[in-house]
C-alpha cells in the first residue's frame, strides 16, 4: 500500500510539473521552480491540489502575472514559515464547493469556479527558491508591499487540546463500559450514514421545517415529520456519496 501510494504521488508531480512547464510562453524565462508553482520573469503558475471536507480528484490551476498583482504582504505561520499574501485582479480557479444547496443547507462534495481577488501563498522556509523568486519579482515589479502579518493557532493550547479529551474518557460507575459502547455504535453508525455531513445545528433547523407545520395540521404529525427530514437526509448523503465513487471509478 505504501509502494503504491509512493507511485500514485510521484505520477501526480510528474503530471503537476508537466502541467506547469506546458504553460510557458514564448520567450517566458523561468526564474525558480518549486513544488506546486514555477516563477517566471512574467508571472507565478500555480497548481494546487483541491482541499475539502472529503478528498477531491484534481487540482486547481491559476496563473498570476506580476502586473496583476496590486498590493502583497509577508507574513508568518505560528511555526515561523514564510506566507505570501498577494491581492490582485478577480481570478477564477476551480475549487471544492457543495454538491447539493436547499436554503441555508450545504451537502455533497463537487468543484467548481470560485472568484479570488486575493492569493495566500505558503512555503517551507525562507531559502525557498520559488519564494524568493516571487519576492523579488514583485520588488522589481514595484508592486505596493503592505503590512507584516502572523497567521496564529485559533484559541489558547488549554483550548486546542480541551476539544480531544473526549477520546480518554475512562470507564467507571458513572459511564459503563455498556453506555460507552452504545455511544461508539451510534457514532459509527452516524458516520456511516451521514458520513459527517450533517451536524445538529443544521438538522434541527430541518425538523423545524416540517415539524412546525405538522403540528397545526395534527400534533401527533410531528413525530413522523422528524423521521420524513432524517430520511431525505440520509436518501440525499448516500445518493450524493454513490454518485461520487462512480464519478472518482469512472474519471481517467
Known amino acids: 500500500m505504501r509502494r503504491e501510494g509512493l507511485e500514485r504521488r510521484q505520477r501526480r508531480d510528474a503530471e503537476r510539473e508537466a ?7 514564448p520567450g517566458e524565462t523561468v ?6 508553482s514555477i516563477v517566471t520573469d512574467r508571472r507565478i503558475i500555480l497548481a494546487s491540489l483541491l482541499h475539502g471536507p472529503r478528498p477531491i480528484r484534481g487540482e486547481t490551476r491559476d496563473a ?6 496590486t498590493a502583497w504582504a509577508l507574513g508568518r505561520r505560528h511555526d515561523h514559515r514564510p ?10 480557479r476551480i475549487e471544492w464547493v457543495a454538491a447539493h444547496r436547499f436554503l441555508w443547507f450545504r451537502w455533497g462534495n463537487a468543484s467548481g469556479p470560485i472568484t479570488h481577488r486575493e492569493s495566500t501563498l505558503p512555503f517551507n522556509r525562507d531559502r525557498d527558491p520559488d519564494f524568493r523568486a516571487i519576492v523579488e519579482g514583485l520588488r522589481v515589479a514595484r508592486v505596493p508591499q503592505g503590512q507584516p502579518f502572523t497567521i496564529s493557532l485559533s484559541g489558547t493550547r488549554q483550548e486546542r487540546t480541551a476539544s480531544t479529551s473526549y477520546l480518554m474518557v475512562i470507564p467507571t460507575a458513572r459511564f459503563p463500559r455498556l453506555l460507552l459502547r452504545l455511544r461508539g455504535f451510534w457514532q459509527r453508525l452516524e458516520e456511516r450514514l451521514y458520513h459527517g455531513h450533517v451536524e445538529w445545528r ?15 395540521i395534527r400534533p ?12 431525505a437526509w440520509i436518501t440525499g448523503i448516500q ?12 474519471t481517467p
Open 31 to 36: 526564474i525558480a521552480a518549486g513544488h506546486r
Open 202 to 216: 443544521v438538522r434541527l433547523p430541518s425538523w423545524l421545517i416540517l415539524a412546525v407545520p405538522a403540528w397545526f
Open 19 to 25: 502541467y506547469l512547464r506546458a504553460q510557458l510562453e
Open 64 to 69: 498570476l502575472r506580476f502586473d496583476e498583482i
Open 239 to 250: 445518493w450524493s456519496s454513490r454518485r461520487t465513487r462512480i464519478q472518482r471509478r469512472t
Open 220 to 231: 401527533w404529525l410531528v413525530l413522523p415529520a422528524i423521521v420524513l427530514a432524517e430520511v
Open 83 to 92: 506566507v505570501l499574501r498577494l491581492e490582485h485582479t478577480p481570478h477564477l
